[in-house]
């Protein structure tokens, strides 16, 4: 079922040219493929932060097995 969100006009200007330039079939797909591209990124983001700790504190991913 589609549904319709409201975006700033500047937005939805640079929503179309994500999906000139990726070749999108329609928005909703640039949309998922931001969504999954910042889930990756707060993954990533997460675990450099997570990897920092470990070092700050002098822990090895053996440590954590154990």
């Keep these: 079922m589609a549904t319709s969100i409201s975006v700033e006009e500047e937005t939805r200007d640079k929503l179309m040219i994500l999906k000139l330039e990726e ?3 329609s928005l909703d797909d640039i ?3 931001l969504i999954i591209q ?3 990124d707060r993954l990533i ?3 450099q932060e997570f990897r920092k700790r470990m070092d700050e504190k002098g ?5 954590l097995i154990e």
Excluded: G, I, P
């Design 23 to 25: 070749r999108a079939r």
């Design 31 to 33: 949309l998922r493929k």
């Design 38 to 40: 910042y889930r990756k």
């Design 45 to 47: 983001r997460s675990h």
């Design 59 to 63: 822990l090895k991913l053996e440590d």
